[in-house]
Antibody, heavy 121, light 109 residues
Framework: QVQLVQSGAEVKKPGASVKVSCKASGYTFTSYGISWVRQAPGQGLEWMGWISAYNGNTNYAQKLQGRVTMTTDTSTSTAYMELRSLRSDDTAVYYC??????????????WGQGTLVTVSS | QSALTQPPSASGSPGQSVTISCTGTSSDVGGYNYVSWYQQHPGKAPKLMIYEVSKRPSGVPDRFSGSKSGNTASLTVSGLQAEDEADYYCSSYAGSNSLFGGGTKLTVL
C-alpha cells in the first residue's frame, strides 16, 4: 500500500533552517510528484510547492520563493523540503503528499503523517 | 493569489444532506476542471474525497459528490453520518500552483 513516512518533530530558533524528509513506499516513486502543504496551529492548509520525482522540476509558492528548496533522492524514494530563515509564523505541521508527475498544483491523493516544526527563541 | 472562499461552518442532522461551497475566480476554479476536496479529522492528515471536480477515489462513499458552476465548486454530503463531522477543504489548480480554501467545519447535529 502507498505510504509516505515523514521525519520527526523539530524545534528551531528564528533564523535557522529545517529540512523535513518524506520516504515513499508502495508505488513507483519516479512516476509521481510530491507536493508540500503546511498548516499553522488552528489554521487552514497552505500549498508550499511541488517537485516532480521524475525529473526534479519544481514550482514554489510565490511567498516562499527564495526560502524553500524541494529535492528528491530517487535511490531511496525520499523527498526533502528545506525552509530557511525561519520565523515564528513558520510554526506549523508540514505535510508531504503524492501529486502529479508533471504538473504542479494538481490534486494530491496520499498524504504523510505530518511533521510539526516549532520556531521559537 | 488569494485563498478560495469557503463558509467557515456548515451543519446538518444525521441522514440529511449538506452542501459546502468554494468560490474562486476564472484563474483557478472557473478556469480548470481540477478542483479537489479534502476531509480532515482533528489531529489527522487530510484525506482526498473528490478530485477533478466530481471524481471519487476508490473507497470514498458515494454519499460524497462534487460539482462546479462557473467560479464556484460545491461538495455535497448526502445521508450525513456522525463520522462525516470534520473540516473540509477545497483546492484548485491555478496555473502551476494550487490554492486552498479556508476550510469549512462540518457539524453533524
Amino acid at each position: 500500500q502507498v505510504q509516505l513516512v515523514q521525519s520527526g518533530a523539530e524545534v528551531k530558533k528564528p533564523g535557522a533552517s529545517v529540512k523535513v524528509s518524506c520516504k515513499a513506499s508502495g508505488y513507483t516513486f519516479t512516476s509521481y510528484g510530491i507536493s508540500w502543504v503546511r498548516q499553522a496551529p488552528g489554521q487552514g492548509l497552505e500549498w508550499m510547492g511541488w517537485i516532480s520525482a521524475y525529473n526534479g522540476n519544481t514550482n514554489y509558492a510565490q511567498k516562499l520563493q527564495g526560502r524553500v528548496t524541494m529535492t528528491t533522492d530517487t535511490s531511496t524514494s525520499t523527498a526533502y523540503m528545506e525552509l530557511r530563515s525561519l520565523r515564528s509564523d513558520d510554526t506549523a505541521v508540514y505535510y508531504c503528499a503524492r501529486g502529479h508527475i508533471a504538473v504542479a498544483g494538481i490534486s494530491v491523493d496520499y498524504w504523510g503523517q505530518g511533521t510539526l516544526v516549532t520556531v521559537s527563541s | 493569489q488569494s485563498a478560495l472562499t469557503q463558509p467557515p461552518s456548515a451543519s446538518g442532522s444525521p441522514g440529511q444532506s449538506v452542501t459546502i461551497s468554494c468560490t474562486g475566480t476564472s484563474s483557478d476554479v472557473g478556469g480548470y476542471n481540477y478542483v479537489s476536496w479534502y476531509q480532515q479529522h482533528p489531529g489527522k492528515a487530510p484525506k482526498l474525497m473528490i478530485y477533478e471536480v466530481s471524481k471519487r477515489p476508490s473507497g470514498v462513499p458515494d454519499r460524497f459528490s462534487g460539482s462546479k458552476s462557473g467560479n464556484t465548486a460545491s461538495l455535497t454530503v448526502s445521508g450525513l453520518q456522525a463520522e462525516d463531522e470534520a473540516d473540509y477543504y477545497c483546492s484548485s489548480y491555478a496555473g502551476s500552483n494550487s490554492l486552498f480554501g479556508g476550510g469549512t467545519k462540518l457539524t453533524v447535529l
